[in-house]
C-alpha cells in the first residue's frame, strides 16, 4: 500500500519546528515524528538525517511545506531544494485560512508545523522554484537605501530639534550634518550599483525596459517591487499580491453598524513604502488614468491618502502584470479595466484550486 509523507516546518530567527505526518490509502493521517532544530547549517544536516531515518524508503512521496517568513526561511529551502527534496513555500495568509478551516483556535510553533503537514497531504501545492540569485543581491541593496533613507530622516529630525536648544554644544550639529552629507553619499552610491545591476542582468533589463515608460516610477521602485516580491514567483494572481503586500480591505460592518474599511497593512513593508513615493509622481505627472482615480476616490471620501492608496494598489498590479504577460506600458489602455485585462494566466500555483475571484475595483473597497 502507497504511504505519502508530508513535513511541515515552522521556521523562526533562531529554530525551526518540524512535524512529518504520513497517510495511506483508506486510512487517516497520523504524525510519525516531530522535532525542534537550529536554524543553521548544522541543525539543516540534523533535519537530512531525521527524514531518513523516518521515511521507510526514499521512493516514498514526501513533501516538505513551510511559510514565506520574511528571510529566515530562505537558507533552509536552499539547502533542501540543493538536496532534491519537493519543497513548497506558501503564502503565510494561505496557511492562516487553511488551519482555521480545521477549527484551530490556538496558535504555536508546534501546531502550526503539524497545520502544514496537514496541508501538504491534503492539497495539491506548486513546487518551489528558488529565484536568481540576483534578485536576492538586488534585494539586499534595496533595503541598505531603505535603511539609510529612514536613518537620514532621523537625523534630520534631530538637527532641527538641536537647532532650537536654548543651549547645545555646535560639535553636535556638526556632527549631524556630517551624518546626513555621508548617508546622501551612500545612498547615490547604492543607486548607482542598483541602476548597473539591473543593466548587467539581461532579463532583469527586458522586464524593467516594460515599465520604464510609467513616468513618476524610477528603476528604484522597479527594483524594491521586484527584489520584494520574488520576481513575483509566489504569486498567480493579483488578489495574492495585493494580500502580500498589504492592500487587501479590512471591512468593519455588522447589522445596521457600519464602521471605516481601510487596508490591512499586513504584509510587506518594503513594498508599501516604495509605492508611496510612486503613487505621488504618477498622479502629479497624470499618467494614464492614475490621476482621474485619485480625484474620484478624493471627491468621494474627501481624504488625500485614501486616493494615493488607490492609486499605490493599482500601480502595483499594473507592474505585475506587466510582468507577467511581457508587455510594455501603453497609458490608453488604462482606460479600460486593469483587473479584468491584465490579469495573466497562472503560472505559479499557490492559490487553493477552483476558478480565480476578479480583485475588487476601488469602488467596491474604498468607502
Known amino acids: 500500500m502507497q504511504t505519502y509523507y508530508s513535513l511541515g516546518l515552522d521556521v523562526d530567527k533562531a529554530s525551526f519546528k518540524a512535524c512529518l505526518k504520513f497517510v495511506e490509502l483508506g486510512s487517516k493521517s497520523s504524525i510519525k515524528a516531530s522535532k525542534t532544530f537550529s536554524n543553521s547549517g548544522q541543525g539543516f544536516k540534523e533535519l537530512d538525517s531525521w527524514i531518513k ?14 511559510e514565506a517568513t520574511g528571510v529566515y526561511h530562505e537558507h533552509l529551502a536552499w539547502f533542501l531544494h540543493q538536496l532534491d527534496y519537493q519543497v513548497h513555500i506558501i503564502l503565510p495568509l494561505r496557511a492562516k485560512r487553511y488551519m482555521q478551516s480545521l477549527g484551530m483556535k490556538s496558535k504555536n510553533d508546534k501546531i502550526d508545523a503539524q497545520g502544514l ?47 532650537h536648544l536654548a543651549n547645545c554644544d555646535k560639535i553636535v550639529i556638526k556632527n549631524l550634518r556630517s551624518l546626513i552629507k555621508t548617508i546622501d553619499k551612500d545612498v547615490e552610491n547604492l543607486k548607482e550599483r542598483i541602476a548597473e545591476f539591473v543593466s548587467e542582468d539581461s532579463e532583469l533589463l527586458k522586464k524593467y525596459k516594460l515599465v520604464k515608460p510609467i513616468k513618476g ?37 455588522s447589522g445596521k453598524r457600519v464602521g471605516k474599511t481601510r487596508i490591512s497593512k499586513q504584509g510587506n513593508t518594503h513594498i508599501r513604502r516604495i509605492m508611496h513615493m510612486a503613487s505621488f509622481n504618477v498622479v502629479r505627472y497624470k499618467v494614464g488614468s492614475f490621476h482621474q482615480l485619485y480625484e474620484r476616490v478624493y471627491d468621494r471620501t474627501k481624504l488625500k ?41 497562472p503560472l505559479f500555483s499557490v492559490g487553493p484550486q477552483g476558478p480565480e475571484k476578479e480583485v475588487a475595483t476601488e469602488n467596491q473597497w474604498l468607502h
Open 53 to 66: 531515518k523516518h521515511r521507510k524508503l526514499n521512493e516514498t512521496p514526501l513533501k516538505i511545506i513551510m
Open 117 to 163: 503537514a496537514q496541508m501538504g497531504l491534503h492539497q495539491e501545492l506548486e513546487v518551489w522554484k528558488p529565484c536568481s540569485k540576483n534578485i536576492l543581491i538586488l534585494r539586499s541593496l534595496t533595503r541598505q537605501v531603505q535603511m539609510l533613507q529612514e536613518s537620514r530622516t532621523a537625523f534630520i529630525n534631530q538637527l532641527e530639534s538641536a537647532t
Open 217 to 253: 516610477l524610477g528603476i528604484l521602485t522597479f527594483a524594491t517591487v521586484v527584489a520584494e516580491t520574488g520576481g513575483f514567483q509566489l504569486f498567480e494572481n493579483q488578489k495574492q499580491l495585493v494580500s502580500y503586500a498589504g492592500y487587501d480591505v479590512v471591512e468593519n460592518q
Open 305 to 345: 491618502m485614501k486616493g494615493f492608496v488607490a492609486v499605490q494598489r493599482k500601480l502595483l498590479c499594473l507592474i505585475y502584470s506587466l510582468w507577467k504577460t511581457d508587455s510594455t506600458f501603453d497609458p490608453a489602455y488604462l482606460t479600460k479595466s486593469i483587473s479584468g485585462i491584465h490579469d495573466p494566466k
